[in-house]
């Protein structure tokens, strides 16, 4: 029962403040990475103020959005089982660049677990249309193929003395048969740094690009999830930027993206979203 009682209560947000020594507001935090700071003689903890000991590389988050994070469903209002929801699904996030992903929850929403669960089969008959749109059964095999062949590559790269004879000429033989197949050279295979083919979501994020996915699932979110609860600063197409570490002085940044953009506007209208980006023009 007290197991019961304590899920019906937990909050998904700590809200602890962190404070640059100049007394500037950087960011929220967990009270997990509250205590990690002070037990590491990184902070003082004064209330829920976590005053850092030292000068950190930035200023974390833009003021605009430094109003903490209501513990409440963004579609109901409710704040009791909550959980917290991507609304840019990791699958895809995980393959974004390190600007786009990083240490950042601006697109972290809570919700409780019914309008949670109900909103996913929205967003998986998304992701299926994805999937249907952008991963032929061709590049499926390209996909399976080109994997096998970058294996045999560096297997024979790296182990051909290990390898009898005969097993080496099947190897090869393979190897050059799937190469000659998707005219693919033996340095284009090594030399593949950004490999679209590596994973399935990957292929989407590819050739969607990352701003335009972004924008899509934010705005079908919305248009979905009828959420009623966002916070004040929050539109579909305001993306954060993570500063490098070598921006030392300077604040993460709030990107607006254009939404009459014309590759952009193409794709609102394909994915049924236009009239819901209309809202934002």
């Not at 935090?29 to 037990?39: D, I």
């Not at 295979?189 to 699932?217: A, R």
């Not at 921006?247 to 193409?266: C, G, P, R």
Request: with cysteine; aromatic share 10%.
């Amino acid at each position: 029962m007290g197991n019961k009682n304590s899920a019906l209560i937990r909050v998904p947000y700590d809200n602890y403040k962190m404070i640059h020594p100049d007394g500037t507001l950087m960011c929220f935090c967990s009270k997990k990475k509250a205590n990690w700071y002070a037990n590491k003689g990184l902070a003082t903890l004064e209330g829920n103020n976590v005053n850092l000991s030292f000068v950190p590389n930035g200023y974390g988050d833009p003021f605009v959005i430094l109003e903490g994070r209501s513990n409440i469903c963004v579609i109901s209002g409710e704040t009791s089982h909550l959980t917290k929801h991507h609304v840019i699904p990791t699958q895809y996030r995980k393959h974004f660049r390190s600007k786009f992903k990083d240490k950042n929850s601006s697109d972290l929403m809570v919700l409780t677990r019914k309008t949670h669960d109900k909103y996913e089969l929205s967003a998986n008959d998304f992701k299926e249309k994805l999937y249907n749109e952008y991963v032929s059964p061709d590049l499926i095999s390209k996909f399976n193929e080109l994997s096998e062949a970058k294996s045999l590559e560096n297997t024979l790269s790296k182990h051909i003395s290990k390898i009898p004879p005969s097993k080496q000429i099947y190897m090869q033989m393979k190897l050059e048969g799937i190469l000659e197949r998707w005219n693919i050279s033996l340095e284009d295979l090594k030399d593949i740094n950004y490999d679209p083919f590596d994973d399935i979501n990957k292929i989407i994020v590819h050739h969607l690009g990352e701003i335009n996915l972004i924008v899509l699932w934010k705005l079908h979110f919305v248009k979905y999830g009828k959420p009623k609860h966002l916070p004040n600063w929050w539109k579909p197409n305001l993306i954060k930027i993570i500063k490098t570490k070598n921006d030392i002085l300077a604040k993460s940044e709030l990107f607006e993206v254009d939404l009459k953009n014309e590759i952009l506007t193409k794709l609102l209208i394909k994915y049924d979203l236009y009239e819901t980006a209309k809202l934002y023009f």
